[in-house]
């Protein structure tokens, strides 16, 4: 067996190096040159061959400046995940056959009662997360009860499909459970919608959905609180894609539940949604052809959703 670190850090270069060279293919032309006039930061673009410091930016080029400060970041960023996933590759030759961790899961059951292992199994890891104690958020007096197939209240139907698709799949996660951020420069405390547990790789994987993004109240715009929750987010480090899963509706466009369910396996690893959803045969009620009992049907003012049922439960 591989060395577990290998087995998690390998994949997660590869999948960088696929964005970064994505990113990079929609990148502008240029460098970004920084110079320093008393005091004060200057921006210039270089093009390839371009002699001198290049095209002043201004102001209203401040998107562009960004742009290329990005480029030369993932530039960097794309050359160091190719060296170490190349180190890695040289070094996997070298693993020994069982690791620390394996040496565990070779005893008999019997003897495995009577050792605490270096490394707690995937099951006591679980366990130990699930059994974190927290103050649960306020709701405000006469707000609307949803309950959750686990017997919790969330603040939404939507937040209701998005826990019952993680309780169905077996995934363990917290309501509301409090982070930390930075927000110009104080710490604060958010509580993102589902801290999710990715046991296999020992880490948590944070959701947000957002509910109302063609909200058009100018006072509390929800949309653009939205877009800067997720700027704030991502100043911290949580990414969408990364750590962080987002989610979205709107009046026209309800959530999609098929769709954050894969975005969710897709982040934990699982194996993909086998094929989409059936809807049909729910709107014509009974069977489809193939004589599968149809999808549970869900439907709200918020949201409309069809989940399969075709999947067992699973424990990840």
């Not at 209701?160 to 309780?167: E, H, K, R, T, W």
């Not at 930390?180 to 604060?188: A, I, L, M, S, T």
């Amino acid at each position: 067996m591989n060395n577990p670190n290998h087995l998690q850090r390998k994949p997660y270069l590869q999948r960088l190096i696929k964005e970064k060279k994505k990113s990079l293919e929609k990148a502008p032309e240029g460098s970004l040159i920084v110079t320093d006039t008393r005091g004060r930061a200057r921006y210039y673009c270089i093009l390839p061959g371009e002699r001198g410091i290049g095209t002043y930016l201004g102001r209203k080029d401040l998107e562009k400046v960004r742009a290329l400060a990005q480029k030369s970041y993932d530039q960097k960023v794309l050359r160091a995940a190719e060296q170490e996933l190349k180190a890695w590759e040289m070094l996997a030759k070298f693993f020994p056959g069982m690791t620390v961790e394996d040496v565990y899961r070779t005893l008999s059951p019997v003897r495995q009662k009577f050792v605490t292992p270096v490394v707690p199994t995937d099951e006591e890891f679980r366990t130990q997360w699930e059994e974190v104690e927290y103050e649960p958020g306020r709701f405000s007096d006469g707000a609307a009860v949803f309950m959750t197939d686990r017997g919790e209240r969330v603040r939404s139907k939507s937040e209701q499909l998005i826990a019952n698709l993680l309780y169905r799949l077996g995934i363990p996660y917290r309501y509301e459970y409090p982070m930390e951020v930075v927000v110009d420069g104080r710490k604060r405390i958010w509580r993102p919608d589902f801290t999710i547990l990715d046991v296999r790789n020992r880490r948590e994987v944070y959701l947000e959905h957002f509910g109302m993004l063609d909200d058009q109240d100018d006072r509390d715009n929800y949309a653009r609180n939205a877009f800067w929750k997720m700027k704030v987010y991502e100043e911290n480090g949580h990414y969408d894609g990364g750590d962080m899963i987002f989610s979205f509706e709107t009046g026209r466009a309800p959530l999609d539940i098929t769709y954050v369910e894969m975005k969710v396996r897709r982040a934990l690893g699982m194996p993909p949604i086998l094929q989409p959803h059936n809807t049909r045969s729910v709107e014509a009620g009974g069977m489809d052809p193939a004589g599968v009992e149809p999808p549970m049907r869900t439907r709200s003012k918020e949201a409309k959703s069809y989940v399969g049922m075709s999947f067992p439960p699973e424990r990840w």
